[in-house]
């Protein structure tokens, strides 16, 4: 008995039900032609949700926002041509930071390549420099070897995805037409429609995680070795959501060996309602102190997470001769400073874990010392003289921001920062807060596009509370977004902060250089946002005070919709209190 299909039809049909049956559960798709067979197949397999974009720019940072809510890989679906382009900035994130996305472009047949073809550009490894594995499936060919090869290629996807590279993932598929269902291209035997229709899953693909022998390994034995010996100790959380077993157990580690947490703003470890005796958050400050940056010189740094936020960090990591070493999942070398002895793979909370375990068979809890008292103290001073000085300001002042946000953000809520100055004043301003709060940042190359694109898609995958701070440009950068959280009723509350232009660069040296500064740098653009607000169903409000920030804002959050609240503010001022309170706390520290 023969069987009549459309090769296209089937061959895609059967990528998506493998995808399916390992565990993708969303996909962002943009219209085209030559992706026809893609979309229909992911647009008619009902285990996934579906998201439609107009923009692939868009849809690829949305696919990311997805991914990083989830930690599970996102499909994303474009047509030929520059489509497959516009795709790229969200790869490169992605990339960055290990974000699982399985990018699947539809192609024009070979013999079109260079010959002047109409939307056909060269596709092969198109994304190479930022891409975890990359596959040309070659045209659709309806026979059992075939098949089972795509099958197998469906499954390494996702493993190098999400297991084995973790990162985006590039599938490459050529199609000659026609695309539709209804018009057949071959028959088939029943044996291979079935085949086709299995989902066959490859039942090892299971994340390895390093086993019982890890504690035997000779460089855990080092580290625990030198942890013991040496008191002054540092225990650095960079950013990265790293899960509630790693915050328990490096809490754990940090007071059994009386190591201080230097907490990035996006390490997840200053909020929540774990213990935070040990959370320094004010470190950027204290450590800006020459003086007494030179009096803390740690012996050992443990450093989890990704590269931190903190300038003050970093400068001080930079003149330090610790012994640094970097723990995380894939021994990702995040050190600027070139200053680390070496990055390892593994687990952070297995690491802390096996740590904390070791120690307690030697019975080993640090006494407390002068050095860590120093840091303890540091902290708090800095602390009061941020509440005196950011938290107490007067309207409008950027860094103030961020305390209005934290005070009245709900429970369980997501927030989502810009790049630029928001994620640089959350990581300077924010306090350590008992309730739950779960930040995001697209840090791994930081740049200013599909911001708002992320916040949407991470909105859209919690169900919950989605706060994003944001800048101008960002914003601007990022109009096309607004037209998903109008069509998929997502829960957005935008903090628009606005300086009219490049207010980051005001920190700059170029700062000084008067006109061209102006001209060429701050880029002034007297847009009014209200009107693209409410021209994509938002609501948008012009605040013009504390009070008023803190009624709408905590109204916003309880609605279901897109709200922005626009903040106008000075950047050349709210620099200036940025160096008030780093010069006063500098003048403090010579007091510790």
């Not at 029943?190 to 022998?213: C, E, M, R, W, Y």
């Not at 989502?416 to 791994?444: C, E, H, Q, W």
Request: with cysteine; proline share 4%.
């Amino acid at each position: 008995m023969k069987i009549p299909i459309n090769r296209n039809i089937l061959w895609a049909d059967t990528f998506v039900r493998v995808l399916v049956s390992c565990g993708v559960k969303y996909a962002s798709l943009s219209p085209g032609s030559r992706n026809t067979p893609l979309i229909l197949a992911f647009a008619s397999n009902k285990k996934i949700k579906s998201f439609v974009h107009v923009d692939e720019r868009s849809s690829g940072f949305f696919a990311l926002g997805l991914a990083k809510a989830t930690n599970t890989p996102v499909a994303i679906v474009c047509t030929s041509g520059t489509a497959t382009a516009e795709l790229y900035p969200a790869i490169i994130e992605a990339y960055q930071q290990r974000v699982p996305l399985i990018v699947c472009t539809a192609d024009r047949p070979p013999e079109l390549r260079g010959r002047g073809a109409n939307q056909t550009i060269n596709q092969n490894n198109l994304y190479k420099n930022h891409i975890r594995w990359f596959y040309d499936t070659g045209l659709p060919e309806p026979d059992i070897k075939s098949l089972a090869k795509l099958k197998e290629v469906a499954n390494k996807a996702f493993d190098k995805s999400l297991l084995s590279a973790k990162g985006p993932v590039h599938i490459n598929f050529p199609f000659k037409k026609p695309f539709e269902p209804k018009f057949f291209t071959d028959e088939v035997d029943k044996d291979t429609f079935v085949f086709a229709g299995k989902s066959d899953v490859n039942d090892s693909q299971t994340l390895q995680k390093i086993g019982a022998n890890f504690a035997q390994k000779s460089w855990v034995k080092n580290i625990l070795k030198l942890a013991i010996e040496k008191p002054k100790g540092i225990i650095i959380a960079g950013p990265g959501n790293l899960g509630k077993n790693f915050i328990n157990e490096c809490n754990k580690l940090s007071l059994k060996l009386g190591y201080p947490v230097f907490a990035d703003g996006t390490s997840q470890l200053r909020f929540g309602r774990h213990g935070k005796e040990n959370i320094i958050s004010n470190y950027d400050a204290f450590l800006r102190s020459e003086t007494f940056a030179k009096q803390i010189k740690p012996e050992i740094i443990l450093q989890f997470g990704r590269t931190i936020t903190s300038k003050g960090l970093e400068t001080f990591l930079s003149n330090c001769s610790a012994d640094r070493f970097m723990i995380n999942d894939y021994g990702d070398w995040f050190d600027p400073s070139e200053k680390a002895k070496a990055a390892y793979s593994c687990d952070p909370s297995l690491f802390c874990k096996t740590m904390n375990q070791k120690l307690d068979q030697k019975n080993f809890v640090r006494e407390a010392n002068d050095w860590h008292a120093k840091i303890k103290n540091a902290e708090e001073k800095s602390s009061i003289l941020k509440s005196k000085i950011i938290d107490e300001s007067e309207f409008p002042n950027e860094s103030r921001i961020i305390e209005e946000i934290l005070k009245s953000a709900p429970d369980g809520c997501s927030i989502m920062l810009s790049n630029s100055m928001p994620v640089r004043d959350f990581d300077y301003f924010a306090s350590n807060k008992n309730k739950s709060i779960t930040v995001y940042n697209n840090r791994g190359a930081s740049g200013i596009d599909g911001i708002t694109s992320t916040a949407l898609g991470i909105s859209a995958a919690n169900k919950k509370p989605t706060i994003l701070i944001t800048g101008d440009l960002a914003f601007y950068y990022d109009l096309n977004s607004l037209l998903y959280a109008q069509k998929y009723k997502t829960s957005l509350t935008i903090v628009l902060i606005n300086n009219n232009g490049g207010g980051i660069f005001e920190i700059l040296p170029i700062s000084s250089y008067g006109k061209i500064f102006k001209q060429y740098f701050v880029t002034p653009h007297k847009l009014n946002f209200s009107k693209f607000v409410e021209a994509y169903g938002g609501r948008h409000y012009s605040i013009k005070s504390w009070k008023q920030f803190q009624k709408l804002f905590i109204h916003a959050t309880q609605e279901k919709q897109l709200t922005v609240l626009e903040v106008k503010t000075n950047a050349a001022v709210s620099v200036k209190l940025r160096r008030k309170y780093w010069e006063e706390v500098n003048q403090g520290m010579r007091q510790v």
